[in-house]
């Protein structure tokens, strides 16, 4: 059974932190790739973040590099996402996805998701 469960999101102020965390069934938690994508109102959704199964390689966007960290822990089936000096820009629902096979940064290429955790950054 394929299963995604995103949690974490919230409201934070700008120059906060949040961690998101995704568990995931052990049959998608063994893809290839596990990563976090956003979706803004209006905006298509757009990669953030990577990690490969040994947890060993990482991928991130431009926009958050430095700020975000990618984590996995594969005996909890879990991948987490660290968000840092959060941006009013970083606004957006936050999704957890799994590719089982060729990693790329385009979110029409990934086989599984998750529903998704909102985040907000405002005062």
């Known amino acids: 059974q394929v299963q995604l469960v995103e949690s974490g999101g919230g409201l934070v102020q700008p120059g906060g932190s949040l961690r998101l965390s995704c568990v995931a069934s052990?049959?998608?938690?063994?893809?290839?790739?596990m990563g976090w994508f956003r979706q803004a109102p209006g905006k298509e959704r757009e990669f953030v973040a990577a990690i490969d199964l040994p947890g060993s390689r990482t991928y991130y966007a431009e926009s958050v590099k430095g700020r975000f960290t990618i984590s996995r822990d594969n005996g909890k089936n879990t991948v987490y996402l660290q968000m840092n000096s959060l941006k009013f820009e970083d606004t957006a629902g936050y999704y957890c996805a799994a590719e089982r096979t060729t990693f790329t940064r385009l979110a029409t290429t990934w086989d599984f998701w998750g529903q998704g955790t909102q985040v907000t950054v405002s005062w």
């Open positions: 052990a049959r998608t938690f063994s893809s290839n790739f």
